[in-house]
């Protein structure tokens, strides 16, 4: 049997201990459902939350590479629509050099051919030197200057993607100089007629490594959101509450606080019956 004490009330200890404990999980109970969050400080699980914080940078990282893909497809179809209107002007240029290199054709009518003909290499290079996107040029030295190169990568590791973009000058249409080539005489034309096929075939040529770039980057984009998706969901495993589990918790602790302040409160009383005892000598 247990003595009577009035210096200390070792029961209203314990049980003031007891509940303070209880306090403090009741607290961390309550922050974990008011975040959404099991880890909200690094004393709630300090290796969890490294693991954490650094699968929430992965995937800002990742939505970024997507972002950066993306804009890569997007340069990627400025260039190509660019190169269709080429192609469509080169097109032009053929009916006009295949009807300046007949001799049924006189030299007034060959000099206004001869004239379209240069208004088209004159349209084509000013496509070439206006293309860009979003200030930057397409088809120019100064710009891309033959090469995209689109950054795909995370925090595990660099990677990117290159997509060509070949340059165009008034010597470089397709790989061919047309800068030379002219409709004023029936030779000429016939000339002409085989270097604007030439840069026809370079145009497309050049437009089947650009669309060979655009499902590279499409591809990439598909792998890159399914793996940000992945990551998040790993994140989200390590850092999230179990919000059944945390209301559980929660009812318990706010029963335990209760008989806590009870069992307090009756571990005093016990120390006024040594106070009664002293009343009744």
């Known amino acids: 049997m247990g003595s009577f004490s009035i210096l200390n009330n070792i029961s209203g200890l314990s049980a003031q201990n007891q509940l303070n404990m209880n306090n403090v999980n009741l607290a961390r109970t309550l922050n974990r459902l008011s975040s959404g969050k099991r880890i909200n400080t690094g004393a709630d699980d300090a290796a969890g939350l490294q693991i954490a914080d650094s699968l929430r940078a ?121 800068s030379s080539s002219s409709l004023a005489t029936q030779t000429n034309a016939a000339s002409a007629l085989t270097k604007i096929r030439d840069a026809i075939n370079g145009v497309s040529s050049q437009r089947a490594d650009i669309g060979a770039g655009i499902n590279r980057l499409q591809a990439a984009v598909s792998v890159l959101q399914t793996t940000s998706q992945n990551t998040q969901a790993a994140q989200s495993a390590v850092r999230d509450a179990n919000i059944a589990q945390e209301v559980s918790n929660l009812t318990s602790y706010q029963i335990l606080a209760q008989s806590g302040v009870a069992a307090l409160a009756q571990a005093n009383t016990n120390s006024q019956v040594v106070l009664n005892l002293m009343r009744n000598m």
Do not use: C, W, Y
Request: hydrophobic share 40%; aromatic share 4%; proline share 0%.
């Open 58 to 178: 992965n995937v800002g990282a990742l939505n970024q590479a997507v972002r950066n893909a993306n804009d890569g497809v997007s340069v990627g179809q400025i260039a190509d629509g660019a190169l269709s209107q080429m192609s469509d002007l080169l097109t032009r240029a053929v009916t006009l050099a295949t009807e300046a290199a007949t001799a049924t054709v006189d030299s007034t009518g060959r000099n206004s051919l001869n004239n379209e003909f240069t208004s088209i290499k004159n349209e084509i290079q000013r496509i070439a030197a206006q293309t860009n996107f979003n200030g930057t040029s397409l088809f120019t030295s100064s710009g891309l200057n033959g090469s995209l190169n689109v950054f795909v990568g995370d925090l595990s590791g660099t990677s990117s993607i290159a997509v060509t973009i070949a340059v165009i000058t008034a010597k470089k249409v397709g790989g061919i100089d047309l």
